[in-house]
């Protein structure tokens, strides 16, 4: 079954996953809202990555695959900070994208992208279709998104929306090594709303202005900074596979040193194949970067820049740095082996969105099944992870008499009641009730029949195998809690 966008994205809208900014109005370009089944699915990918990096870490065994032992907090920062930061950390000098002008249709590309761009004039997409229009001589276009505070309106009063969440841990690096009591190694992790101005937003979520990420910030000692590498890179890659992205639609990627940020030493990107992609293609979910120590020197010393393959302080004309860093002591002091350096950085980036639209496309199946009446009907079911899921069970009265909805009812507040995410519903024979929970990606489904009222038991349904077992009522929240937990 070859699955394609088209179908994804009108069952995320018929279903209530997603829908376009403000539709009402016509929308906004790059600009996504999620509905009331996506709320969750989306809230269930964020608390994995939470839980894995923080709530679920242990800081004193050492995890398979880790040089040592280490700990793990969190942060939530403003998403306006100090306009200095981006000049420090490089953003309001070097984010950016070239882009180019078609004087024909009007349209403006991303000179990278152009060669994939469609033409309004002509509908059909010819790659290079555009190398035949007349188009404007590349220009910078920086991706931050520009706001003022306060009452200024002046340059004094300008600020930026962050363009990653990652500044906010830099900054306060210094905060949590004196209030959390940690110690290298250590990482600080955020999730957030970040912003980009982004040229041509494009492929559902994928390439949005407004969107959400996961990252942490990982301080280390510079010997130990690749081993780090190494641990994290693997260790992300595999948190997908894990809540279930099948091992060929995921790969993990070594940076060329032309592709390399301005900061880095080595990057890893996790990629997978969406949809929207060529055949052999692979799109971006999160990028693993040795950062070295870019970050917590430029906010100490100034922005630096790579000189003879040194990172030094950028000047002005008469010799004093370009952008002024904060001037604190960003160094951490070893109190055992009594050395003081400049840890370095492992990044482990991720996008909420990009994850949760991975995780969507993933999920995605058509088979055939008997209906009520033994008819092969095709099925669209979506094989999320039970985690995952954004609804875990539903609860059906086989039929609305003999007792059987008062029971069902009962059933569904004590799921909820154990805060299992639970629907009730009667309406409709038992196999549609099935098809519709089959389709936003419900993972089991309780039916209490007319057996139940002499057995005190229930049937289970499985969304994946279809097989239907009997379970006691009184088992049901600890059997599903433990299924879940699986
Ligand atoms: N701090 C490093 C950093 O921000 P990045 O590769 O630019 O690195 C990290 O972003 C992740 O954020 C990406 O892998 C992607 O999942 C997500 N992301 C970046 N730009 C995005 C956009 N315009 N729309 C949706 N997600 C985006």
């Keep these: 079954m070859k699955k394609t966008m088209e179908t994804i994205v009108s069952l995320c809208k018929r279903r209530g996953f997603l829908f376009q900014s403000s539709e009402i109005y016509g929308g906004l370009n790059g600009f996504w809202d999620y509905g009331p089944l996506g709320v969750e699915l989306k809230r269930n990918v964020r ?48 984010f950016h994208d070239e882009m180019v002008d078609c004087r024909e249709c009007k349209s403006r590309f991303r000179a990278d992208h152009i060669s994939t761009s469609e033409c309004p004039l002509k509908p059909s997409k010819h790659p290079g279709e555009h190398d ?19 009452a200024l309106s002046g340059e004094e009063g300008a600020a930026f929306l962050r363009p990653e969440t990652a500044q906010g841990m830099f900054v306060n690096f210094k905060n949590v090594l004196d209030s959390a009591r940690v110690k290298v190694p250590f990482g600080i992790a955020q999730i957030g709303k970040s912003f980009r101005n982004e040229i041509t937003p494009r492929n559902f979520t994928f390439r949005s202005r407004e969107f959400e990420q996961m990252e942490m910030e990982f301080f280390c000692h510079p010997d130990e900074s690749r081993q780090w590498y190494q641990y994290w890179r693997d260790r992300r890659h595999q948190w997908y596979v894990k809540l279930g992205i099948g091992s060929d639609n995921l790969q993990l ?53 790579k000189q003879n393959d040194e990172l030094v302080v950028e000047t002005d004309s008469d010799g004093n740095p370009k952008y002024r860093g904060s001037g604190k002591d960003l160094t951490y002091f070893d109190d055992q082996s009594r050395e003081r350096y400049i840890p370095h950085v492992i990044e482990p980036a991720a996008g909420a969105d990009r994850a949760t639209l991975a995780f969507i496309c993933e999920a995605y199946r058509e088979d055939e099944q008997p209906d009520d009446k033994g008819k092969m009907q095709k099925r669209v079911y979506m094989q999320f992870h039970p985690k995952l899921a954004p609804v875990k069970v539903a609860v059906f009265p086989l039929i609305k008499k003999e007792g059987m909805p008062e029971k069902a009812a009962e059933i569904y507040r004590e799921l909820k009641q154990a805060g299992i995410v639970t629907v009730y519903s009667q309406q409709g024979a038992i196999g549609r009730r099935y098809r519709q929970q089959d389709e936003i990606g419900t993972p089991y489904c309780l039916t209490i029949d007319g057996e139940t009222a002499n057995d005190e038991c229930v049937t289970i349904r499985d969304r994946d195998s279809l097989e239907q077992t009997r379970i006691p009522v009184k088992e049901i929240v600890s059997e599903i809690s433990n299924r879940l937990r699986g």
């Design 47 to 94: 608390e994995a990555w939470w839980s894995e990096m923080i709530t679920s870490h242990d800081d004193i065994l050492v995890p398979e695959g880790a040089p040592r032992a280490f700990s793990m907090v969190g942060v939530e920062t403003s998403i306006i900070m100090h306009p200095q930061v981006w000049k420090c950390s490089g953003h309001y000098d070097l």
């Design 132 to 150: 035949a229009c007349s188009l404007t001589d590349p220009r910078e276009f920086n991706l931050m998104f520009k706001t003022y505070v306060g």
């Design 253 to 305: 990627r070594d940076h060329d040193a032309d592709e390399l940020s301005h900061y880095s030493v080595g990057t890893a990107d996790i990629e997978y194949a969406f949809p929207f992609l060529d055949e052999n293609e692979y799109g971006e979910l999160e990028g693993v970067a040795h950062r070295g120590n870019f970050d917590l020197r430029s906010h100490s010393e100034g922005k630096l820049i």
